[in-house]
């Protein structure tokens, strides 16, 4: 099923002399309302009649996370404050939030995209649809809840949090898509186990998952202990919110970028230059019809690639292969590059250990060490000391393999590394504070 | 023949040992032995208790993760070389032992040995026929 026939199956070049002139209308508007990015063109001898193709796209400055935090909080804002009607920010754990503005049409754009997102996913009109995204300064709760409005489908506001409610609320209310970060899922999965709720016995089809990277072995992992599809939704509020790509239910394969909306460049995160079509690197993401703030050129510190292949669903927009993790997130070990995503698929494939874990980085004498932490459970607890070795070299041995880099794996006891109700963290970096 | 052990993974951190303890003494359970094999990281505790499934229902309830054995008691002549005969039998057996740990209290003139095989049914009968006194389950815990 598609949401928006005429909009998601246009042809590869309507597609994109549609973005071309709207590029180039975007261009024409900040340039003349928000300083920074007329400095920003004025800086490389640019102007936005100077943009005649979307290839000149590449010759334009990048926009980072610290341009919006130098421009705290509405520095970025193409349209007065008058035309805003609401205000998101992130999390921001290092220094201030960066903040982003909506006008009424980025609310509606907001909408239909999410609703399109949903219909990808598999959903429709007449579901249940179960909003366990948290609900306030963060993107994820009021994106999803309009987008399913929009849809019409009936929408349960649940926020995060209150995890026995919340397998209350879908047991009673008969919810049938299920909305949250793939970590809180598994633990409702650990939540219902433990009040002996089979979610078989639920109505759930399908659950869209985002806000943080996974890996396609926690799919699986979710899938089975949740009784439903696991779909990947992609999104970051500086861009728009969650919406932003979906996977379809069709393919299960890469996540389509609303290309109407946005355009994608992949590049070289070290050099900045952009990437042949189908190669890994950092996405950038220029926004097309954002009113309250457009980005030019943002830099997400996502890493993925574009999969070239036309999709099997019959939507025309490109396919961004599922985000191996966010060039903040990854860790550099020892020369190595570790996603904490890699050492998590390894971790899923291991009969008899928790999919919850947590990393902590340290340097000892000037070499960076790893330490994985991972719960065991009663399946692979033993009474004798060398299973338990047999188990943690095993571990030990499967992340060398597949990352090269040498970790010491703690076995610790269950429920004891925290559990999120939003994004997980599973990455501790004591080298920071040194 | 078999005698029930319950063995909990514990974490090396202070107090954990503490709380096993602690839980098991409010549950008005007694422990009869126990041993504690330890690793840098952590630690695995293995007790016979007087009751063995309220003991592991408690743990289990206070987020420990626990399991349950089955080791054989055995009788051991409480004089030099008293050990030695027995190991020699299980030795010429072919039985091979996991771990071993005394029991607390005496069985008449004689001393009390746990041990976990990796075959339980094959040691039990090899001790039997070697004349090895191996003790029920019910008499350990009331002892």
Known sequence: MIWNDEFETLPRDVIESLQLKRLQQTLQRVYATVPFYRQQLQKVGMSPDKVKSLDDLKRLPFTLKQDMRDNYPYGLFAVPLEQIVRIHASSGTTGKPTVVGYTRRDIETWAELMARSFVAAGAHKGDVIHNAYGYGLFTGGLGAHYGAEKLGASVIPMSGGNTRKQLMIMQDFGSTVLTCTPSYSLYLAEVAAEEGIDFKSLKLKVGIFGAEPWSEEMRNEIEEKLNLKAIDIYGLSEILGPGVGIECIEAQKGLHLWEDHFIPEIINPDTGEVLPYGERGELVITTITKEGIPMIRYRTRDITRIIPEPCICGRTHVRLERMSGRTDDMLIIRGVNVFPSQIESVLINIEGVEPHYQLIVDREENLDTLEVQVEVNEQSFSDEVKILQELSSRIQKEIKEMLGVTCKVRLVEPKTIARSEGKAKRVIDNRKEQ | ?143
């Open chain 2, 1 to 143: 023949m078999k005698v029930e052990q319950i063995s909990i993974f514990i974490e090396n951190k202070s107090g954990r040992l503490a709380e096993v303890t602690r839980v098991l003494g409010e549950a008005g359970v007694n422990i009869r032995a126990l041993s504690l094999a330890d690793t840098s990281d952590f630690g695995i505790l293995r007790l016979i208790v007087n009751k063995t499934d309220q003991a592991k229902a408690v743990l289990k309830e206070k987020g420990f993760t626990v399991n349950k054995t089955d080791v054989v008691a055995v009788e051991v002549p409480d004089r030099p070389s008293g050990l030695y005969g027995i190991l020699n039998i299980l030795d010429q057996g072919k039985v091979n032992v996991e771990y071993m740990y005394a029991f607390v209290e005496r069985c008449g003139e004689n001393a009390v040995i746990i041990f976990r095989f990796d075959n339980t049914e094959e040691a039990i009968q090899v001790l039997t026929r070697g004349g090895v006194n191996v003790l029920e389950g019910e008499r350990i815990y009331n002892m």
